[in-house]
């Protein structure tokens, strides 16, 4: 079974910067591309940031533009999404998912997801 594991939540002050990985259990992800959602109470899963297989084409969402850099390392089966200058309003269970196709920002075209890690952002 493949297995997406997420880790590197905690809860952090307003301004303050995470890292999240995001580790795949099989080499074979290595081809798919990655993305990261975020679903906070009450609230429908949103779109976060997306990596193509290589790394080349990266898409972000515009709440986290300019603050939020994904990127993976192949070599260690890991995606990682970078998080600075971060705001109350970006607390949420933080999601990694896996496609085979190219990167996307609808997570219904997702096939494999992780167990979501949690982010809280004190103000």
């Known amino acids: 079974q493949v297995q997406l594991v997420e880790s590197g939540g905690g809860l952090v002050q307003a301004g303050g910067s995470l890292r999240l990985s995001c580790a795949a259990s099989?080499?074979?992800?290595?081809?798919?591309?990655k993305g990261w959602f975020r679903q906070a109470p009450g609230k429908e899963r949103e779109f976060v940031a997306a990596?193509?297989?290589?790394?080349?084409?990266?898409v972000y969402a515009d709440s986290v533009k300019g603050r939020f850099t994904i990127s993976r390392d192949n070599a260690r089966n890991t995606v990682y999404l970078h998080m600075s200058s971060l705001k109350p309003e970006d607390t949420a269970v933080y999601y990694c998912?896996?496609?085979?196709?190219?990167?996307?920002?609808?997570?219904?075209?997702?096939?494999?997801w992780g167990q979501g890690t949690q982010v809280t952002v004190s103000s």
């Open positions: 998912a896996a496609r085979a196709m190219g990167g996307s920002m609808y997570s219904s075209t997702y096939a494999f």
């Open positions: 099989a080499r074979t992800f290595n081809d798919y591309s």
């Open positions: 990596i193509n297989w290589n790394g080349g084409i990266t």
